[in-house]
């Protein structure tokens, strides 16, 4: 999932690892979230927006994408 995290992180003058201590994970997971290796829970992306003060929406793009969403996995749909 494409996201914005980077952007407002650095707008708040953070680095990964200041981030990840508010949120309770570690600069490696912040790190995998930035570059699109790992997509947060719903409750991580919503605690990492509280810090940005911003909603979800802004900051991860829920756009479609080539990959089949979990729920299409789960269903069969090609």
């Given at each position: 999932m494409k996201n914005?995290?980077?952007e407002f992180r650095e707008s708040l003058g953070l680095t990964?690892?200041?981030l990840?201590?508010?949120v309770g994970?570690?600069?490696?997971?912040?790190n995998?979230?930035?570059t699109?290796?790992?997509e947060p829970s719903i409750w991580l992306a919503y605690d990492i927006c509280k810090v940005f003060h911003c909603s979800i929406e802004e900051v991860f793009?829920?756009?479609e994408s080539e990959r089949k969403s979990?729920?299409?996995q789960s269903r069969g749909v090609i």
């Open positions: 914005k995290m980077k990964q690892q200041q990840g201590e508010l994970v570690s600069r490696q997971a912040i995998a979230i930035e699109e290796k790992y793009l829920f756009e979990r729920a299409q």
